[in-house]
């Protein structure tokens, strides 16, 4: 049922992450990408608006290329969005999802616990089994803050795997 509840969570919050991760991409010396066509329509498109990343910034630290069928350390840095500090003892929560965001609702495997590395990074290992795209859903749940805020702070990040 948690899970059934966060996909429809995250179908709301998805066109600002996907922002989110666009510029996290660009900020990784990848000029050319842009955002993708059709999302502004659905941002007109009378959804809830989701405050997403309430009250911090998660950015792709590692690689957002991976190779199929090779194991890939995906690495998520946790800034606090007043300071630009790094974050520390968070609860950083994933679930993977086979396509774009929005695209497939395809989830792979249940939603697990990123480690937490020091210095506001906390990373994980993922197989890409094929080609294509892949969307981290990244939730961090602040010190002593419940389990239902995790939509809060939430980014989705895209990466490939070639
Ligand atoms: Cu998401």
């Known amino acids: 049922m948690a899970i059934d509840r ?3 969570l995250s179908i709301a919050g998805v066109a600002v992450a996907s922002i989110l991760a666009f510029i996290a991409l660009s900020a990784s010396g990848n000029g050319g990408l842009q955002p993708l066509d059709g999302m502004s329509g659905m941002m007109e498109g009378g959804r809830m608006q989701m405050p997403v990343s309430k009250d911090v ?3 792709l630290e590692s690689e957002y290329e991976m190779t199929a069928g090779e194991q890939s350390e995906v690495t998520l840095k946790v800034l606090d969005k007043q300071t630009n ?3 520390q ?3 950083v929560i994933i679930g993977i999802e086979k396509g774009l965001p929005m695209t497939t609702m395809d989830m792979i495997g249940g939603m697990f616990d990123a480690s937490e590395k020091g210095n506001g990074t906390y990373s994980f290992v993922f197989t890409p089994e ?3 795209y892949y ?3 990244a939730h961090v749940i602040l010190p002593g803050k419940q389990m239902h805020s995790m ?3 939430h980014a989705d990040l895209v990466m490939v795997s070639r």
């Open 6 to 8: 966060l996909i429809v």
């Open 57 to 59: 910034i998660i950015l």
């Open 85 to 87: 500090e790094p974050m």
């Open 89 to 91: 003892g968070e609860q």
């Open 130 to 132: 094929s080609e294509g």
């Open 135 to 137: 969307t981290i859903h």
């Open 151 to 153: 939509m809060e702070n």
